[in-house]
């Protein structure tokens, strides 16, 4: 028994000794670790059931817009000529410079959206263009497209190509840029940089951005994506996952002048008003109100002793314009706060037909979203009493 006990120990000793050896020759690296896993295996999704889906579900890929949609977008050649102007060829005669952009067909009977900036330079607005059209593979077709009219103040311009030159056109459904939201799924078609019907693909960042406008002018309700943007791209369609247009894609925020993830889109509904108008005129007219003014948030109000906590501080009144003639006034002294000058003394506009006004961006917008005619009720604080008046916009001058 004895013997037994003593052999039984000797045993145990020795599983115990080859364990211990076993986990060092582990832990060391000497001998594999085995791990038990479990693995979940997802459906595997064919290329056709892909596409099904997507189309059920309403949303496509960036590769199903691209194949449905290239062929609706367009490059853009403009050709400027210097002439009249005090640059000249040391060979003689004058100076042609080329702008390249893109843009898109809205209308099977050849009409064709891009910026104002893409046909126009230094006040010249081209009359024709080349427009370069995708057809099959790598195949292009060239025809030259008449400038119907381009808007400086909303950057926007329209093109007219003869259907019959141009072959059968392609246009691409516009959407509605009011119910945009930050995180939807875009992609912008053009042609960055030269690269001929680039696709970039992204989210819009954000909306409601203030753009400038080549004139000086606000743009209104500007959308941000992250979508890669370019020289280039500018005129191009922003196409949603639903693959409707709800931006021209238009600008850039950049400090290497290349893109960071910061572009920027004209909406595609102040884009829509403005087509309609160029349709009929070749022109756009637009609201006026006749103020210069600067923004008041609460601190500034605070700091400045005003009897209000936001709005918009009237610093001067156009003489003959709308605002004039509804009694409004500017102000009549200077006040300097942080640095920045506030002319103080005039009135202050609170709302517009009863909305709240937090800027002059807003205002401005605002103003914009009218026609000259339009009769607007302002809320003024004058002194440290509040009233409201009704004015009658008038049209806006060519400059802004």
Do not use: C
Not at 98 to 105: I, P, T, Y
Not at 110 to 121: E, F, K
Not at 213 to 229: L, R, V
């Amino acid at each position: 028994m004895t013997r037994l006990k003593a052999h039984a120990a000797f045993f145990i000793s020795g599983i115990i000794a080859a364990v211990a050896i076993l986990v060092l020759l582990m832990v060391f690296g000497v001998l594999p670790v085995k791990t038990d896993r479990t693995t979940v295996v997802e459906q595997q999704v064919t290329d056709t059931t892909m596409a099904t889906t997507a189309l059920t579900g309403g949303a496509l890929t960036p590769a199903q817009i691209y194949q449905k949609y290239a062929q609706g977008v367009v490059e853009i050649i403009a050709t400027f000529s210097n002439a009249g102007q005090s640059t000249y060829s040391p060979f003689g005669g004058t100076q042609t410079q080329k702008a390249l952009g893109s843009g898109f067909v809205v209308s099977k009977d050849g009409y064709i959206l891009t910026n104002a900036h893409v046909v126009s330079d230094n006040g010249q607005t081209v009359k024709t263009v080349e427009v370069i059209f995708k057809t099959t593979g790598s195949q292009t077709k060239r025809v030259t497209g008449t400038v119907v009219g381009a808007d400086n103040t909303s950057d926007v311009a329209l093109i007219k190509v003869d259907p019959a030159k141009a072959g059968n056109l392609d246009p691409i459904p516009l959407g509605d840029s009011s119910t945009v939201q930050p995180g939807e799924a875009v992609v912008a078609i053009g042609n960055p940089l030269g690269y001929d019907f680039s696709i970039t693909e992204g989210i819009v960042s954000a909306t409601n951005r203030n753009l400038q406008s080549p004139n000086g002018s606000i743009i209104a309700d500007g959308i941000q994506t992250d979508a890669a943007i370019n020289e280039g791209n500018s005129g191009g369609p922003l196409i949603d996952s639903s693959g409707k247009v709800i931006g021209i894609n238009e600008q850039i925020a950049s400090q290497s002048g290349g893109n960071q993830g910061l572009g920027f889109a004209v909406p595609i509904d102040s884009a829509a008003n403005v087509v309609n108008q160029l349709k009929k005129t070749g022109t756009v007219t637009y609201a006026w109100l006749g103020v210069e003014g600067q923004t008041v948030s609460a601190d500034v109000a605070k700091a400045l002793g005003l009897k209000t906590t936001s709005g918009v501080l009237v610093a001067n009144v156009t003489a003959g314009s709308p605002a004039a003639a509804a009694g409004i006034k500017g102000g009549s002294k200077q006040q300097v706060l942080q640095g920045q000058i506030y002319i103080v003394g005039g009135d202050i506009i609170t709302a517009l037909d009863g909305r709240s006004l937090t800027s002059m961006e807003q205002l401005a917008a605002a103003i914009t979203a009218h026609k000259p005619g339009d009769q607007v009720t302002l809320t003024i604080v004058s002194g440290g009493s509040t009233s409201t008046v009704k004015v009658t916009l008038g049209q806006r001058p060519d400059s802004p």
